[in-house]
């Protein structure tokens, strides 16, 4: 799931399930107010593992100036 919350912030949650193995992965971007009312972008990521599962969470700029981004979920 994506949801854009304004625009400053988004994110993006999946919760996935095989067999015993689950990952529950969340991401978040956020500009924040930094030195002389400049926005500064800032990206965070978990991703929790259960059951012997290997979990890893990424994201990256896809648009430099509108700081569009990627998330990409991986599971083991």
């Not at 990952?23 to 500009?31: D, G, K, L, M, Q």
């Amino acid at each position: 799931m994506q949801s854009t919350l304004s625009p400053d912030a988004s994110y993006a949650s999946v919760r996935y399930v095989m067999g015993s193995k689950v990952c529950a992965f969340s991401t978040t971007f956020v500009r924040l107010a930094g030195a002389g009312g400049v926005k500064v972008p800032k990206w965070n990521r978990t991703a929790t593992p259960e059951g012997g599962a290997i979990c890893t969470a990424t994201s990256r700029v896809t648009n430099l100036s509108t700081h569009a981004w990627t998330a990409e979920f991986t599971m083991k």
